[in-house]
């Protein structure tokens, strides 16, 4: 059982930064690639951001490429996500999520590959 909480949200401008955390406790931390998805008002949850195993691999959403950067520390059982250059487009709840099936190098991409989620926390950006 891994336990996930964010933390890092807000309401920021338009052009601003938030860096998003989410904290684990539980299992081996660094057994598990970890991810970041985004759930827009109205909209299906999807993914923004993953990140492998030790974070030798990451995978970025095509919108946020040049913009997010997604980090981990595994001392810490921590994941990082910095937002940079914000959107109103990347308004959301922002939920954390830890596969352990996945493969030493791989970032998962689906919702069902992932067995743990936070409880999210919300990012708005105002124009």
């Known amino acids: 059982q891994v336990h996930l909480v964010e933390s890092g949200g807000g309401l920021v401008q338009a052009g601003g930064s938030l860096r998003l955390s989410c904290a684990a406790s539980?299992?081996?931390?660094?057994?598990?690639?970890m991810g970041w998805f985004r759930q827009a008002p109205g909209k299906e949850r999807a993914l923004v951001a993953a990140?492998?195993?030790?974070?030798?691999?990451?995978y970025y959403t095509d919108s946020v490429k040049g913009r997010f950067t997604i980090s981990r520390d595994n001392a810490k059982n921590t994941i990082y996500l910095q937002m940079n250059s914000l959107k109103p487009e990347d308004t959301g709840v922002y939920y954390c999520a830890a596969d352990g099936g996945a493969g030493l190098f791989q970032t998962p991409t689906h919702q069902d590959d992932y067995d743990y989620w936070g409880q999210g926390t919300q990012v708005t950006v105002s124009s």
């Open positions: 539980g299992r081996t931390f660094s057994g598990y690639a």
């Open positions: 990140t492998s195993k030790i974070g030798y691999r990451t």
